[in-house]
């Protein structure tokens, strides 16, 4: 009577844990179906990412970045967009109501142009630079126009 007990139960865990691994299977399926769902949008969502950075940078092209690599500057873009905001005394609008005038946006559109957006919380503007870069290795900036908005 004991054995036939112990059989039964022993049948009834095997057939729990079957069920169990069964049940665990199906799970582990499902999460790898919505991991390769989630795989394939994150290559799409990447795709149309370089899209946009080309929409974005159309102006300032590959062959600009030639050439400030060509100078030995690895990173042109933050190179140049930190010399800019280094010399906040080129925005030609002056701070009110006690703000401090600052670059707040920066696109580079060749090897010698730029647009800046600049604010200080209550007016803001927007400048077209030409900039060089001298032999010291630093960059010259010319405000070429600027329009208050």
């Not at 004991?2 to 169990?20: E, F, H, P, R």
């Not at 970045?65 to 609008?93: H, M, T």
């Not at 600049?118 to 803001?124: C, M, P």
Request: glycine letters at 4%; charged letters at 30%; proline letters at 2%.
């Amino acid at each position: 009577m004991k054995t036939l007990y112990l059989c039964v139960m022993a049948l009834l865990i095997m057939g729990c844990s079957n069920s169990t691994q069964e049940e665990l299977q199906l799970e582990i399926d499902e999460l790898q179906k919505k991991n390769e769902v989630l795989n394939t949008r994150v290559r799409e969502l990447e795709m149309n990412n370089e899209l946009i950075q080309k929409e974005l940078t159309y102006w300032y092209d590959d062959y600009d970045e030639i050439y400030f690599k060509s100078k030995g500057i690895e990173n042109p873009v933050e190179f140049v967009d930190s010399s800019l905001r280094a010399a906040p005394e080129l925005i030609p609008l002056k701070a009110v109501l006690g703000g401090t005038m600052h670059f707040s946006k920066i696109q580079l559109l060749s090897k010698c142009w730029l647009i800046a957006d600049y604010e200080d919380g209550h007016i803001l503007g927007r400048s077209l630079y030409e900039f060089e870069l001298q032999e010291n290795g630093k960059l010259k900036f010319k405000l070429i126009q600027s329009i208050k908005d």
